[in-house]
């Protein structure tokens, strides 16, 4: 091994700088500095997300590909592609596009926190949330770029201790403690079921890395044992029934940016790691995971919008249309193409700023409500605040598939990727659950534009700054991804032969 290797790893390292200059200026800052912390994390982020995009930036703006700055100054803002430490580490131009998706919905979550960090009881934690989220985050990565099942699972554990602490971030309050603790046995018991999958992948085949187990995986009982294990680990974090039951109570108690970031970065890193996993490797046993992944989609997507349908409070709503949500990404995977990966990618991509744009209304509402999320705390909210229900009706047409919002066009890739293969029983079955989708979708709507606000509705207010950018950034992202086909385009160029 050479240091070079390091070199695939430059936004790892950009974000282990950010880690390092949060936790030095949580601890050295004045109390003076400390009130711009909010500033300078965001800030700071922000300039880590756009060296993701400098690559496509140079490119768009100067002409500039990866071979012509492969040398000088310009090398530097390039993100090299290739594998490091023996094929542990894998970097490509769809895991660099997957991270910068995970980058944009962190930063996202960040600049809805602010609220939330400056009350009394929180201001104090605002330096330990910025780092343990980063912590996360980097985890995440690992998993996005494994090539091997060990880095694969380092990563799954580096994202998921930090996440418990963060669930339970409030924990004077019971409900965040209960969900913290949830979530870490949880996360204890899907660890230990993964780790025993691996265990007979690797008894099977002799190796943990992905490209030395394609040839060696076969229909054999190990292969098949060790795969459903594996994939019931994964199952957990994606929150896939019947692995699922956890989500509504840690969603519910844990708060609310937390439970957004959860939703959306924790999702799409459990489903870009999931896919990478079974086409890399479980290609050959294909007879098998199609059946697996065929009835957990249809499970997962009906009960999920059945479920919420029962819901009470905004936030276990929520929790279970990403349940839901879990089930059509599985269309994509179950595809097992590149049009598949294509559209899995880009569904998770409109997902970010649907779920991320309703999450941002949920936290100005819940900040200026005494902590009420119950779905009446938005009734007559129109009346009180015209902008936010815009924006969350604009939110949720977009997660029920709505045209001509962005959610509409992921629906319609996903749902052709998964056709093209001839699973029409499946996607027949996601139509009608769409349609369901929309039912209680439009509960949400009714609340805020039919009904009449009584006690315990939130009255006029004004959102601070950070989060009105989020929310701006969101509206945005509904309308410019579904608008700007080359989007689409870019991420089918990526996942061409992969």
């Known amino acids: 091994m050479d240091f070079s290797n390091f070199l695939l790893m430059k936004q790892e390292i950009s974000l282990m700088i950010v880690f390092i200059f949060f936790f030095l200026y949580d601890v050295f800052c004045s109390e003076k500095g400390k009130k711009q912390f909010q500033l300078v994390a965001c800030t700071l982020f922000a300039i880590h997300t756009i060296f993701g995009f400098l690559p496509y930036i140079l490119e768009a703006v100067f002409g500039i590909t990866y071979m012509l700055s492969s040398s000088g100054i310009l090398s530097f803002f390039t993100l090299p592609i290739g594998e490091a430490f023996g094929g542990m580490f894998i970097n490509s131009d769809i895991t660099i596009f997957m991270k910068n998706v995970l980058n944009i919905a962190a930063l996202l979550v960040f600049l809805q926190t602010n609220e939330w960090l400056k009350a009394n009881d929180t201001v104090h934690k605002r330096g330990e949330f910025f780092t343990i989220t980063i912590v996360t985050l980097l985890g995440m990565y690992l998993m ?186 599985l269309l994509g995977i179950i595809a097992g193409t590149a049009q598949g990966m294509t559209a899995m990618t880009y569904y ?47 939110a949720v047409f977009s997660l029920g598939g709505i045209p001509p919002f962005a959610g509409f066009f992921s629906k319609f890739f996903i749902f052709m990727s998964a056709a093209e293969k001839g699973q029409y029983i499946l996607v027949f079955i996601a139509l009608l659950n769409t349609v369901i989708s929309l039912f209680y979708y439009l509960l949400i709507v009714k609340a805020m534009f039919i009904k009449e606000s009584g006690e315990g509705a939130v009255g006029r207010f004004v959102t601070d700054r950070y989060n009105k950018t989020s929310l701006v950034l969101c509206t945005l992202g509904i309308f410019i991804i579904g608008i700007l086909s080359c989007i689409y385009e870019y991420i089918g160029t990526i996942s061409f032969g992969f």
């Not at 025993?196 to 943990?208: E, H, K, P, V």
């Not at 998770?348 to 819940?366: D, T």
């Not at 409500?369 to 604009?394: E, H, Q, R, W």
């Open 144 to 329: 996005v770029s494994a090539g091997n099942f060990m880095m694969l699972f380092i990563g799954m554990e580096t994202a998921a201790l930090p996440l418990a602490c963060l669930a339970a971030f409030n924990k004077h309050k019971e409900k965040s403690a209960e969900a913290g603790a949830k979530f870490i046995l949880i996360s204890a018991l899907s660890s230990g079921i993964t780790l025993f999958g691996l265990s007979f992948l690797y008894g099977a085949t002799g190796t943990m890395y992905f490209s030395d187990m394609t040839a060696k995986v076969i229909s054999e009982p190990l292969v098949i044992i060790g795969f459903i294990f594996f994939f019931a680990g994964l199952g957990f974090k994606l929150s896939l029934v019947p692995f699922h039951l956890w989500t509504a109570d840690v969603y519910e108690g844990a708060p609310t940016s937390v439970t957004a970031y959860l939703s959306v970065v924790s999702k799409g890193a459990a489903a870009f790691a999931l896919i990478f996993a079974i086409f890399k490797v479980f290609g050959n046993i294909g007879i098998v995971w199609h059946h697996v992944i065929w009835v957990l989609a249809a499970i997962t997507i009906t009960l999920g919008n059945l479920f919420a349908i029962r819901q009470k409070d905004i936030k276990r709503f929520f929790a279970f249309s990403s349940i839901s949500q879990a089930g059509y990404i």
């Open 348 to 394: 998770v991509l409109v997902y970010v700023f649907s779920n991320l744009a309703a999450f941002g209304v949920i936290s100005a509402v819940e900040n200026k409500n005494g902590g009420d999320t119950s779905i009446a705390a938005f009734n007559g909210l129109y009346k009180s605040n015209p902008k936010l229900s815009f924006v969350m009706m604009l």
